[in-house]
Every structure is written in C-alpha cells, then in structure tokens.
C-alpha cells in the first residue's frame, strides 16, 4: 500500500492520460494515482480502464457526470482520498506541463515539515516555458493580485502542482470550497494560509502542453478576478469559516 496519491483531473486527454500514467509509476517512488474525468467525449476514461488491468492496485478512475470543472473534480478526489489512508495527497495536470519527476522534490518538503508543498513557477523569477506572453502576463499579474488583496505571502498562489499533507484536507472544509475554475487553487492555498498551515514553495519549471488544448476560458478568469475580492471581504466578516485549522485528533500517528 502506499501512503501517496497523485490525483490527476481529466477533460479530453486523451493524448496524454496513458503517458503521464505510465511515467508516474515509473517513479522511485511507489504512487497510486486517481484520474478524476467528468465523461471526456474523447475516451479519456475508456483508456484508463484498459490501464487499470495492467495496473490493477494502483491505478483508479472516477468518472463523473459531465465538465464541471477542475475545483470540483478536485474535491471530489480529495473526499475519496481521505475515505483511504493516503497520508501525502497530490494535485498534478495530465499533459506533462508539470514535469511528474518533481512529485518526488514536493513529496521531500512535506517530508521535512511543510503542510502544504507547491511547485511554485515564480518563486525564482519566472520559470515558464512555451506560453503566449499573454497567458504569463494573466498568470503573473494574477500572483501579484492575490498577494495584494489577501496578504498570502505566496508567489503562485495558481499553481496547480502540489502535495497536501492529509491533516491539511482533514483540516479544511471541503465543503465549504467555493471556486471551481482554477481560482480553486487560490482558495485552497488561503484556506491552509488562514488555518496557519505551513506552505512551502519549491521552484519548478512549468512547460506548456504540447498535445491537447488548455481548459482556459473567460469564465475561468472572471472567477478569479472576482471571486478573490469576495474571497477576501468574507474571510474579514466571517473568518472562522475559513479557519478550520489543523485537529489534532485527526492528525496520523507517523508511520
Ligand atoms: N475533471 C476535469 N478536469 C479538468 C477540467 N478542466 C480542466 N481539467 C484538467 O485540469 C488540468 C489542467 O487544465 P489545463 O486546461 O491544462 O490548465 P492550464 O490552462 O494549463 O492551466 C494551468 O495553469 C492554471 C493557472 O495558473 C493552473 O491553475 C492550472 O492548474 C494549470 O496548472 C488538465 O489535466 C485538464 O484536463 C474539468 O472541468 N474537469
């Protein structure tokens, strides 16, 4: 059994599900993955199931209804996660713009204290490789803006590569996660952030996609922009609701 699970969401990758499978569990360390697809038109999950025979304790597939977007898929990987005993639970992209080797440098910073370990593109500079200047100018001024309003001090609050420690989940109300875009990544960073978890940024080089299409769109980033400054006037008036913070009673004896 191993304590790590990498949940990967999924909407037509097709391209990529089988080879971004097969090289996390070519990894020194023993992952499970969950793919997390809300019924891709291009049989994404159909070739999940074909993997899942080959590896059959290690790989596993939710298919929900329809696109309902990342934040929800999400929370719906990080409930069935914590239904297991995953002690260090993932979030990573299927289309390699995370490069799967770094999972191991996330999982060392959890080892060595941190809640919350994120690859962070812009903790040195800007490491982002193959992006229209647009989408880095949306992606860095987005940074900037998160910093600005809410006061995390966190270079990529967007980043959608990360390893929570469980305690982390445990300690969240998943319940009450509002964003499903990618704005999703921001409120649960500032969650965590509220609830005095230790974040730890560790640099890594994002690289765009080179099969399949970004799931970008305009409502994704009105989300964002919107969404941050409701974010933030209701942790003012109501901040307890984002202050679950860590239960010790939940907390896993180390094994
Ligand atoms: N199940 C499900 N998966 C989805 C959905 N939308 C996107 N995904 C999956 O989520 C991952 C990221 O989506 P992309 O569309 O590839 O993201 P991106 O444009 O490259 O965005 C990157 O930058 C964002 C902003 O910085 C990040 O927030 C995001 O996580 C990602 O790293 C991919 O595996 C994609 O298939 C959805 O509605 N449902």
Not at 35 to 64: K, W, Y
Not at 177 to 195: N, W
Not at 218 to 247: D, W
Request: hydrophobic share 40%; proline share 4%.
């Amino acid at each position: 059994m191993s304590n790590c699970l990498v949940i990967i969401p999924t909407y037509n990758e097709i391209e990529n599900i089988e080879a971004i499978i097969r090289t996390v569990f070519d990894l020194k360390k023993p992952f499970h993955i969950l793919i997390v697809d809300d019924n891709s038109p291009d049989g994404t999950a159909e070739n999940v199931r074909e993997l899942q025979e080959e590896f059959a304790d290690q790989l596993f597939l939710e298919v929900r209804q329809g696109k309902a977007g990342l934040g929800t898929a999400y929370i719906h990987g990080f409930k069935w996660a914590l239904q297991k005993e995953y002690e260090h639970i993932f979030e990573m992209d299927a289309d390699f713009s995370h490069k799967p080797s770094d999972l191991l440098r996330l999982h060392r910073a959890c080892l060595n204290g941190a809640d919350l370990a994120i690859g962070s593109r812009y903790k040195k500079g800007v490491n982002v490789v193959n992006w229209p200047l647009s989408r880095i100018i949306l992606s860095y001024g987005a940074s900037f803006y998160v910093r600005f309003l809410t006061g995390m001090p966190i270079n990529d609050p967007t980043s959608g590569f990360v390893c929570y420690q469980r305690q982390v989940l445990e300690g969240i109300n998943l319940d009450a996660v509002r964003f499903i875009g990618y704005a999703f990544q921001i409120e649960m960073k500032y969650r965590a952030y509220l609830s005095k978890f230790e974040l730890k940024e560790i640099s890594i080089i994002f690289t765009d996609r080179i099969n399949g299409k970004s799931k970008m769109n305009r409502a994704i980033i009105i989300e964002g922009i919107t969404g941050v400054i409701k974010m933030r006037l209701k942790s003012l008036f109501n901040r307890k609701k984002f202050q679950n913070g860590p239960n010790p009673t939940k907390k896993l004896s180390t094994r």
